[in-house]
């Protein structure tokens, strides 16, 4: 009967639960067990740790737990039914188990769903607690597979996380609506890039001046949002874009954020010492950087980044900054002449501060480099066997080859002309911002 004879099953439980001065207390909680269909009996599955983790533990009601719960358990038994019908995407599981699982699984159970004629506002739903379930089951390294999240903040200020599930190679279906899904923005586009990242990095640095440096480093190094908020001034060499063109990356959260208890936007994915694409106008918000951290006392001796009152900048203040600073850039696209189309590019999809790793990206493979290449640029970790490992020295040559090539024609070199006809285009003509 193989696995046709178990299913999973969500029930309500009633346990005691040790409190403090071991006082015993009556608590009903949601649980996630698989069912043998022949003897009735339930085994609790371990995966009952996402509902925990994730809803119980920040104080969601019970009924709101469930719902995640049975999604996740009609998710599972989507996957037994498929591995049932030998589907050839989910063969691997039975091998590898909950270490095997990928987006395009996910993907499959939404595009499943959505065949079911079920409403868009359900299938959207599920697809956020299936976004919920891969981002806790990356986080607690129970996959292979390798995934970047990404959120952005929108204008009321609140965190909105980026479906993992609409990326184009996934193909997942939804519900048909007047109102598009929204794609995700990765780069800002090929034409009039980089007079775009310009002009972003500008409106950094008047709108959150204490970041612009950050977001510089995000686009011209790929450095994830924790990435950055974890530099502290030993993170740079001290000559720094004269003759050193890297950074340390570490987790330094025992240095500048024991005072939070949730650090998940803190988090350092990789430590490695990431190289850095040389440019003039990198190096001017750099020196702009270490002027403004001269003029204030720090709290914490080792941040890089701090406030205008010396206060340590976390992941969700740097969220929060550059959501600031994409819609005042937003806003000015808006109230310039001829600026419609790249208004219309950057306000209708979804993106944060994700989007300078994708640029970093696309520079490096307009350069010519291959994708294991540009894993190793990127400082992703490469999920292949030994054999199929690339000469790292070969990559490095590669890599500083492309950073020469980058040397040559230096990225962003600002001119006047270019600053003087922003300033015009947007301060005459009725376009005052």
Known sequence: MGLGRYKFVVRETLIEDLLGNNRLENKRVINIGVQDIVTGIIVPHPITHFIRSTYEYKGVSLSAQINPAREIVKFFNFIYEQIGLQESEFLNLPKKGIR?????????????????????????????????????????????????????????????MISPFRHPRLDTNYPSTSEPIKDKLKD?????????????????????????????????????????????????????????????????????????????????????????????????????????????????????FVDDKGRTITGGTFEKKFAK??????????????????????????????????????FLAEKGLDEKRL????????????????????????FQTAMEAFSTQEILDVSNHLESKWNEEVFTGGAKY
């Open 375 to 398: 894993a190793i640029a990127r400082g992703d970790k490469s999920t292949k066997s030994a054999k199929d490992y690339i000469d790292n020295r070969n990559a490095i040559a590669n």
């Open 188 to 304: 800002f586009g090929t034409e009039n890039k980089e007079r775009l990242i310009w002009e972003f990095l500008e409106e950094a640095r008047r709108v959150s001046p204490e970041i612009a440096f950050g977001i510089a480093l995000q686009i011209f190094g790929g450095l994830r949002r924790g990435e950055v908020v974890n530099l502290t001034s030993a993170s740079l060499p001290t000559d720094f874009l004269s003759n050193s063109n890297f950074v340390l990356v570490q987790d330094n959260q025992h240095l500048l954020f024991n005072h939070i208890k949730d650090t998940k936007k803190e988090q350092v994915k990789r430590n490695r010492i990431q190289a850095i694409l040389p440019s003039s106008y990198l190096k001017e918000i750099y020196n702009s950087h270490m002027k403004m951290n001269e003029k204030v006392k720090k709290s914490n001796p080792f941040a890089f």
């Open 100 to 160: 095997g699982l990928q987006l395009i699984h996910g993907a499959r159970f939404i595009t499943h769903q959505t065949h079911k004629k079920l409403s868009r506002n359900y299938v959207l739903q599920i697809e956020r607690y299936l976004t919920h379930f891969f981002e806790y089951l990356t986080k607690m390294e129970l996959i292979d597979e390798e995934i970047e999240f990404d959120s952005f903040v929108n204008r009321k200020q609140e965190e909105i």
């Open 325 to 362: 600073v994409k819609y005042a850039y937003i806003d000015r696209l808006a109230a310039t002449p001829g600026r419609y189309l790249d208004f219309k590019r950057l306000s209708e999809p979804v993106w944060g501060t994700h989007i300078g790793r994708g640029i970093f990206t696309n």
